[in-house]
């Protein structure tokens, strides 16, 4: 479904992405883990045309996107939906109007079929009642719960998380990783996730990837990742006992 | 060595920028020509822009046209000419202050908001946002901006010039004892056709250089709450520059 052959990217001159080969399978929900400045969110924004490779392509359903713009990129972009890490909510908007606005741009549904679709969103990741709301008002999770909404309400085929989880508390973090799983069962698009939460992502993904030194250093269906025998993987997913202990 | 390096470096981005906007600007229009029309974006915007800055106007106005005329009569009246205070004050307003001071209340007003609604909205990257939906930024952003800007301010630049020479009438004849008929007389012969709609044109052409302006530097700003101060200054500054050179070359074409 996505694929990524060869991408090179430098970023203020410094080289983020050396070389990535990815492949994303299609219905199911990878993960790219790896340590901070990595360029995991680099390599997600490749994935939707946010940004364009140095060198190499990005295939979507056999597309080379890496060198569209404009109306074709747009046409490739409306296969897709992103959760940003902090949801990226219009702020002058309302949870409602948020939601319900890639539906209005499209002109998707009539104004009572789109209050029925917001609204069945809106319960479905428990925000029932909050649609009045401004982002401003809302808590970290409502707001992630918000832009899940957003993401879903046009039924995307593929859906990118950037960090969905970061600066939650681990029961708010739980309760959005469930979110997710469940959406991805109902609505069975395609989802890459990144993200920090180890142990937790190998309970809830498919397929896990690990983005280390600008290139693929593994990746493995979720079960056998941890098993790897792969210095790289095992050093970032079990690092060392701690230097000081606890108690004695 | 190192001045004429900076001075070469500076001439190149100075160029590279004028380059960049100039770019900006023809994308926004571009996108005035493509479906979809975005006519209630365009109206929220006059609303904001046009309708919400009427009161400044009016307020810049009244005391434009009431200082005129104060400074206005007390020339006038060495040369016996206290009769000619509702042309002095009316061509001034319809020809130069009206377009001006309303253009320059513009910029300050809604011109510095919507650099910082959209500088906000670049650092908050809700303008990635939108590229995610498919949506194109400049089309959804920037063009109802222009054009309501290009639309509003011609608007209040005619309420500015009605309100500016009530204002002077105020203090001309209320306050100061003209000739209420020799004003309104003097201020009918004065004012021909092509004062009006030369102060129309410099509206609509001050009327886009905010918008463009003020749109271009809100929507790169840099990714910093300091960046984004920085770009709402620069914007309300060169905006506020441009409109008084180009009104300076319009003038001189149009008289």
């Known amino acids: 479904m996505i694929h990524l052959e060869g991408v090179e990217k430098k970023l203020s001159g410094q080289p983020v992405l050396r070389g990535v080969n990815l492949e994303i399978p299609a219905g199911k929900l990878t993960t790219i883990i790896g340590p901070s400045g990595e360029g995991k969110s680099v390599l997600l924004k490749h994935m939707i045309g946010l940004m364009q490779p140095d060198r190499g392509r990005v295939l979507v359903n056999g597309v080379d996107i890496s060198r569209l713009r404009g109306k074709k990129l747009n046409e490739v972009r409306k296969q897709f939906a992103m959760l940003f890490q902090s949801a990226k909510l219009f702020d002058s908007m309302t949870v409602f109007e948020n939601v319900s606005f890639p539906l209005r741009e499209k002109k998707l549904a009539s104004e009572a079929d789109l209050k029925k679709m917001v609204e069945g969103m809106l319960e479905r990741v428990g925000l029932e009642g909050m649609g009045h709301k401004y982002p401003a008002e809302l808590s970290g999770g409502m707001k992630k719960r918000a832009g899940l909404a957003r993401a879903l309400v046009m039924g995307p085929d593929i859906i990118l998380f950037d960090e969905p989880t970061t600066g939650l508390d681990p029961l708010m973090a739980k309760t959005i990783h469930d979110l997710i799983v469940s959406m991805h069962r109902v609505f069975g698009f395609t989802a890459v996730m990144v993200s920090h939460e180890i142990p937790e992502i190998f309970g809830i993904s498919d397929w896990v990837a690990m983005l280390k030194n600008g290139t693929i250093a593994a990746m493995a269906p979720s079960h056998d990742f941890q098993r790897l025998d792969n210095p790289i993987v095992q050093e970032f997913i079990s690092p060392g006992a701690l230097l000081v202990p606890l108690s004695t | ?255």
């Open chain 2, 1 to 255: 060595m190192l001045f004429i390096h900076y001075l070469g470096s500076s001439a190149l981005f100075m160029i590279e920028e004028m380059g960049k906007m100039f770019l900006f600007l023809l994308s926004a229009f571009a996108w005035l020509v493509r479906p979809p029309f975005r006519f209630r974006q365009i109206m929220k915007q006059i609303h904001f822009i046009g309708f919400k800055s009427s009161f400044v106007v009016v307020l810049t106005s009244v005391f434009t046209g009431m200082v005129l005329a104060l400074q206005g009569y007390y020339s006038l009246r060495k040369f016996g000419a206290e009769g000619l205070l509702g042309s002095a004050v009316s061509l001034s307003m319809i020809r130069e202050l009206g377009p001006v001071l309303a253009s320059l209340m513009v910029t300050a007003r809604a011109g510095s908001a919507i650099t910082a609604e959209l500088g906000l909205m670049r650092i908050t990257e809700q303008i990635d946002a939108l590229e995610t939906m498919a949506i194109n930024p400049l089309q959804y952003l920037i063009t109802p901006k222009v054009v309501a800007t290009v639309l509003a301010v011609p608007l209040l630049v005619s309420i500015f010039d009605v309100v500016g020479i009530t204002g002077g009438y105020l203090v001309g004849v209320k306050l100061l004892g003209a000739s209420a008929g020799s004003y309104w007389s003097s201020v009918e012969s004065a004012v021909e056709w092509k004062d009006v709609y030369g102060g129309i044109l410099k509206a609509l052409s001050f009327g886009l250089i905010v918008s463009w302006v003020c749109c271009y530097k809100g929507y790169f700003t840099s990714m910093s709450a300091e960046g984004l101060g920085k770009a709402t200054t620069e914007a309300v500054v060169l905006a506020s520059v441009l409109i008084l050179v180009w009104d300076y070359f319009l003038t001189s074409v149009l008289l």
